[in-house]
Nanobody, 126 residues
């Protein structure tokens, strides 16, 4: 079992930056892959980024590649999503998620993640 608590959303102007945090608790956090997803009004939840806790490898959706960065603080069991050069189309509720790491292809479907944070609103004004 792993519990996820998110923070860091807010309102920012286009071109600005925000950093989201996802604090994970559980004895086996190191065996998990952490995912970030977002859901805009009227749209399906979409994959943003993922990071394997063991080894720290990362994977990004094309829409955020080069603008968003995932990092982690092992001492705090916290994963961060640094979002730069934000655009109005990045406006959404952002969720962190976790799944037990399976090697091979990255998992980008929300249905492949069993643990979810509560979500945090990110609004980018034009």
């Amino acid at each position: 079992q792993v519990q996820l608590v998110e923070s860091g959303g807010g309102l920012v102007q286009a071109g600005g930056s925000l950093r989201l945090s996802c604090a994970a608790s559980g004895r086996t956090v190191s065996t998990y892959t952490m995912g970030w997803f977002r859901q805009a009004p009227g749209k399906e939840r979409e994959f943003v980024a993922a990071s394997r806790w063991s080894g720290g490898s990362t994977y990004y959706a094309d829409s955020v590649k080069g603008r968003f960065t995932v990092s982690r603080d092992d001492a705090r069991n916290t994963v961060y999503l640094q979002m730069n050069s934000l655009k109005p189309e990045d406006t959404a509720v952002y969720y962190c998620a976790a799944r037990v790491t399976t090697w091979g292809s990255w998992r980008t479907s929300q249905y492949e993640y069993g643990y979810w944070g509560q979500g945090t609103q990110v609004t980018v004004s034009s």
